[in-house]
């Protein structure tokens, strides 16, 4: 049995600064013995998928933390992209209120790519190029949302669990921020999402093996001097030594700090609370649960 994570993208916010583009959007792949659990789908998730070796077609799971447009812009590739290429066409969707009414607009019977769908459905291309090549009838792509109003066991597989918590101080009460933890025999992993340091974080991520954490802002300071919208690596630091974690893996950078000189920071700033394994997130970067190796 193994459990593996794999950062699929580590940027913050929406890419203002196109000069310095070097991370996809947001987006956690878990890997329990095979059954794979995406968190997220941000911009460029994915191409970055398959670099990582994954079969997209194989997630069957797919978690939001939140409805603003860099942690799921990414949703229609994966979705459509799979669809023609494999003819993938169910998936389980779970996130917060306005998660339906999401998957509606883009691939409902009047969503945004309801020409696109139909016409790769139902026109020429269906039976001469694509049924053909992915050796079976071409049915559009169907849905299981569950939109998530409390907090609990949201599903769970053969060796995984996921629980949901609305820990996260991110945007409300304009929109619900929700934090997932899995866990496994082999280990837990704990994705934030979008958050300030909190309390209540603190407490959903106690003890898990992996942490990862939102480490957007370098301090605290100007605009977020007395707001919890998102974590610095100082804030990081007391989170992870307060919950007892083993590993915790800051994501989330904003392009702006996305420098080496300034990232080289960040250990020092986390080590102030925090005596276990800090990893500043790069795409693709992949790590053993169970063991916290860098794998």
């Known amino acids: 049995m193994t459990m593996k994570l794999t950062m699929v993208g580590s940027s913050g916010g929406i890419a203002l600064d196109v000069s310095n583009v070097n991370r996809a959007g947001p987006s956690v792949l878990v890997d329990v013995d095979g059954e794979l659990l995406l968190f997220d789908v941000g911009r460029s998730a994915h191409p970055n ?6 079969a997209p077609s194989s997630i069957e799971h797919v978690f939001v933390t939140h409805l603003h447009s860099d942690h799921g812009v990414g949703l229609p590739d994966l979705v459509l992209s799979q669809w023609i290429a494999s003819g993938k066409n169910h998936w389980n969707v779970y996130g917060p209120e306005g998660t339906l009414h999401l998957i509606d607009g883009l691939f409902g019977d009047d969503g945004a790519y309801r020409a696109d769908i139909v016409s790769r459905s139902e026109g020429p291309a269906r039976r001469g190029l694509i049924e053909p090549r992915i050796g079976k009838p071409l049915g559009r792509p169907g849905f299981n949302v569950t939109e998530i109003a409390e907090p609990g066991v949201v599903c769970s597989g053969s060796d995984w669990e ?28 704990v994705i934030t999402g979008d958050t300030g340091p909190h309390e209540d974080v603190v407490e959903f991520a106690r003890g898990c093996d992996v942490l990862v954490h939102d480490c957007t802002i370098l301090a605290r300071t100007g605009f977020y001097t007395n707001r919890l919208t998102h974590t610095d690596p100082k804030s990081l630091g007391w989170v992870a030594a307060q919950a007892g974690v083993k590993t915790v893996i800051g994501t989330h950078i904003a392009l702006r700090y996305d420098h080496p000189e300034t990232l080289a920071s960040y250990p020092g700033l986390v080590a102030e609370s925090f005596s276990g394994q800090f990893l500043v997130a790069e795409d693709l970067l992949q790590l053993d649960v169970a063991t916290g190796d860098v794998l």
Do not use: D, N, T
């Open 49 to 54: 998928i398959l670099r990582a070796g994954y």
């Open 162 to 189: 996921v629980r949901a918590s609305f820990a996260p101080k991110h945007s409300q009460p304009l929109l619900a921020s929700i934090a997932y933890r899995v866990e496994s025999s082999q280990g837990s992993v």
